[in-house]
């Protein structure tokens, strides 16, 4: 769904500004639902400010108003090919500095799963690989892609007393600030004709499905299981934007995605496996 508002934002509304709404609108929503937990832990959760702030920084303002930015100049399929690299850097990052248990066995899951999001990228045709051209948006990401891994390892290493909705509340408004001056600058410079019902919805889609639905869906299932499993999940997105757009843009589904979901499922399985204390395989 983010892929889909990021390309249909350009000439809307602006990177920045779109990335503001998006993520205070998902803020009041988490706040209004966790409004009791987040009243009760307020002191916790001030004195962490700083922590919010680099989180919201990562995952609102890089992940968030920079992608939108690369849509600008790049393509779907660039931004994709990009992206299906942050699971890699996730599990090795979980590995190495969180210490998690990986076994090889997870780890052909991870390359298998890799491999399957590549073929529905690409369409199936692995030649187009080599007509790729790459732009400046392609840097910003890349720089959004290493900057989603260290989000999602950070959520993980700095423990928290607050629920995921909470948290996430948190983290939206702390984005929203740092968004907020950058939002007013890019508004006064950019030659607009108004706010239109078309910018509406794309805030609107944008906070709903793949901030508070998506983020909060990660955050949760990564405090559960783990940051190196629950990276691997990312690779369904290729499949979901494959279905989104065969159910809103009336685009067709093609057997490159049947040849993706074979290999992005059992890959999924594989690497979503708890490695068994002591086991052999174990990294």
């Given at each position: 769904m983010n892929y889909i508002v990021?390309?249909?934002?350009?000439?809307?509304?602006?990177?920045?500004?779109?990335?503001?709404?998006?993520?205070?609108?998902?803020?009041?929503?988490?706040?209004?639902?966790?409004?009791?937990?987040?009243?009760?832990?307020r002191q916790s959760t001030l004195n962490s400010w700083k922590q919010y702030l680099v989180l919201g920084s990562l995952g609102m303002l890089i992940c968030g108003a920079w992608v939108y930015w690369a849509a600008e100049t790049t393509t779907a399929i660039n931004i994709a090919l990009i992206y299906a690299a942050s699971p890699v850097l996730i599990t090795l990052g979980a590995v190495i500095g969180l210490k998690e248990s990986f076994s090889w066995r997870q780890s052909l899951g991870v390359v298998i799963a890799l491999?399957?999001?590549?073929?529905?990228?690409?369409?199936?045709q692995w030649a187009a690989l080599s007509q790729v051209v790459w732009v400046f948006g392609d840097g910003l990401v890349v720089i959004a892609m290493v900057a989603w891994a260290a989000y999602a390892l950070l959520l993980k290493k700095w423990a928290s007393p607050l629920s995921s909705t909470a948290r996430?509340?948190?983290?939206?408004?702390?984005?929203?600030?740092?968004?907020?001056?950058?939002?007013?600058?890019?508004?006064a410079a950019t030659e607009h004709a108004g706010w239109s019902d078309s910018a509406s919805l794309l805030v609107v889609a944008a906070a709903v499905f793949p901030?508070?639905?998506?983020?909060?869906?990660?955050?949760?299932?990564q405090k559960t299981l783990g940051a190196s499993r629950v990276a691997t999940s990312l690779y369904l997105g290729p499949l979901y934007g494959g279905l989104v757009a065969?159910?809103?843009?009336?685009?067709?589904?093609?057997?490159?995605?049947?040849?993706?979901?074979?290999?992005?499922?059992?890959?999924?399985?594989?690497?979503?496996?708890?490695?068994?204390?002591?086991?052999?395989?174990?990294?």
């Open positions: 990021a390309k249909t934002a350009p000439g809307i509304i602006s990177p920045h500004v779109l990335a503001l709404g998006r993520w205070f609108l998902a803020g009041l929503i988490l706040a209004f639902i966790a409004r009791s937990e987040l009243w009760q832990e491999l399957g999001v590549l073929h529905v990228v690409v369409k199936g996430l509340a948190a983290t939206c408004f702390a984005g929203s600030l740092v968004l907020l001056p950058l939002a007013i600058t890019e508004w901030g508070v639905g998506a983020y909060w869906a990660y955050g949760f299932c065969w159910l809103f843009l009336g685009e067709t589904l093609g057997w490159h995605h049947a040849v993706g979901a074979a290999f992005i499922l059992p890959g999924i399985y594989l690497a979503s496996q708890k490695a068994a204390a002591g086991s052999s395989d174990q990294m």
